[in-house]
């Protein structure tokens, strides 16, 4: 949570803390986004799958449930998200290959 942290603080007015907060989401998007691509060309992530957009739930969804955890001081925020994310993944993301051996006649 420290990025969250970090943003809240420079909405104080402090550009270069604000600055930096900016910098890594920019820096953890930008890897999430090269990971979902990486898989779309080796076929695991399927091709219609949006990468920045997926970058941007991963992130917003773990922030987020890093939050109500740390205000509710309970591990439920985190693990629901986590789960969540998990099914999305296998169900919307992943990229169905065919089973092995399917294709032998």
């Known amino acids: 949570m420290p990025l969250l942290n970090t943003a809240i603080d420079s909405d104080d ?3 270069q803390l604000r600055a930096k907060a ?5 820096s953890w998007l930008d890897r999430l ?4 691509e990486e898989g779309k060309r080796r076929g695991e992530v399927r091709p219609g799958v949006d990468s920045a957009e997926l ?3 991963i992130v ?3 922030e987020g ?3 109500i955890r740390r205000l509710q001081k309970n591990d439920g925020p985190l ?3 986590c789960h969540h994310l998990e099914e999305y993944l296998e169900t919307k993301v992943r990229a169905r290959q065919a089973k092995a051996g399917a294709d032998k006649s």
Not at 22 to 26: G, I, K, V
């Open 22 to 26: 900016r910098q890594a989401l920019s």
């Open 60 to 62: 917003s969804t773990l």
């Open 13 to 15: 007015g402090n550009p």
């Open 79 to 81: 693990d629901l998200a």
């Open 55 to 57: 970058a941007m739930l």
């Open 65 to 67: 449930s890093f939050m």
């Open 33 to 36: 986004q090269a990971i979902a």
